[in-house]
């Protein structure tokens, strides 16, 4: 089922075998605020297949996406895992500071302060 979430954060290091760029990014869910990470190599051949090359380079297109598949999945933290192979669009692009806008109000909507 497609998600429609939040990119939130991107963090990019070079890798260790190939020396490409692998970048991990973490969306959130505007609903509940859960998060949600993916991981994607510049070197995986959906990179620019599945659009993800015009999200991550410079600068980054913050937003809201659908069309982003959940696996089964989690990481280390215990956070929900995107395919690298889900297909984002773009449904409204948004700034970092309406993210945290974002985030701050759906906490007071959900008591979490």
Known sequence: MAKTLILADVTTKIGHLNGTYIHDVTLLDPVDLQLHTCVVDESYRNYTRSGWDKILERPIQYGLYG????????NKEGFP??????????????????VELVIEVRKEDLGLD
Do not use: H, M, N, W
């Open 67 to 74: 069309g982003l598949r959940e696996t089964k999945k989690t």
């Open 81 to 98: 895992v995107i395919s690298a192979d889900s297909r984002p669009l773009l449904i409204e692009p948004l700034t970092q500071a309406d």
